[in-house]
């Protein structure tokens, strides 16, 4: 229903008069009497019979009357109810994660946010990184909190919240352990668990070998962290592994030449997804603020 077409028609039977209507609402008469075409084509009726230099009303205008005030009167008590939702802090709020980030970063934030704003209902996604990247480019999640890419993708934004050093690491059992002053070849002859070398995280590994032109021997793969960290702690292999993940039964591969091998982890948004009270609030907690180019609803 266009609401200018009925604004147009009840202008009409306030003022008896198409010059009048026009007057009253600056446009011209050939402008009023086009609008109320419309709405006798779109009801099929006639609204107004010309008498002589005149209009008059017929019964279907007079029936229309109470319900075009009433449709009026909805169409902006909703927009004026949309607004304030936008403006509150409340609703359904869906965020992705990756594991690793959703276990050891994000439960302090997490609680702290719900606790302010019970009213949200917080969704969250455990998905992997890439997975997690790929879903807020097609617009699938608003935002998501992952290990940022090594190369960033200029039709999105990114916040930096945390550093990850990087740890080569073996089983306290395993033969790597007893050995000192590793190279990067010497880890070749020994079998690997990394992520999917299309991980964020993997990358970063396979980058460091590729400048020695080397590769590692990869016996097995998986990506959640968690479940590498216990291969490794069982003596299957050695891992890159963030220095949060350390443990008794991990230990730090001595390398000839140490490494400072770091991941960054935070918030990836699309500037194309209308902003939330919700997602400000969080974004908020964080400590960050959104760049003019993107569109708070």
Request: without cysteine; glycine residues 6%.
């Amino acid at each position: 229903m266009n609401t200018t077409n009925l604004n147009t028609f009840l202008a009409v039977m306030q003022t008896g008069s198409i010059s009048q209507a026009a007057d009253k609402l600056f446009i011209t008469q050939p402008a009023v009497s086009k609008r109320i075409k419309n709405l006798e084509d779109e009801f099929d009726v006639a609204l107004f019979d010309t008498v002589g230099r005149g209009i008059i009303p017929t019964q279907a205008a007079y029936d229309l009357v109470p319900h075009a005030k009433r449709w009026l009167d909805d169409y902006n008590n909703l927009k004026i109810n949309l607004k304030n939702n936008q403006q509150t802090v409340s609703g359904k709020l869906v965020i992705g994660t990756s594991h690793h980030i959703g276990l050891h970063h994000l439960p302090v934030v997490l609680k702290s946010f719900m606790q302010q704003y019970p009213d949200v209902q917080l969704d969250v996604h455990f998905i992997d990184s890439e997975q997690a990247h790929k879903a807020v480019l097609d617009g699938d999640l608003a935002l998501a909190f992952l290990t940022l890419p090594p190369t960033q993708d200029k039709r999105l934004h990114y916040f930096n919240l945390w550093q990850d050093t990087l740890q080569f690491v073996t089983g306290t059992g395993s033969a790597l352990a007893q050995k000192t002053q590793v190279t990067l070849e010497d880890l070749t002859h020994f079998p690997a668990i990394l992520p999917a070398a299309n991980t964020f995280t993997s990358q970063i590994t396979l980058a460091e070998f590729a400048k020695h032109g080397l590769k590692p021997y990869a016996t097995m793969s998986t990506n959640p962290l968690e479940s590498i960290r216990m291969l490794v702690s069982i003596g299957l292999g050695w891992s890159v592994l963030p220095q949060t993940l350390m443990n008794e039964e991990l230990q730090p591969i001595a390398l000839a030449e140490p490494l400072a091998l770091q991941r960054d982890l935070g918030v990836v948004m699309n500037p194309n997804i209308t902003v939330s009270a919700s997602m400000l609030a969080l974004l908020a907690l964080l400590g960050l603020a959104l760049p003019e180019k993107f569109h708070i609803g």
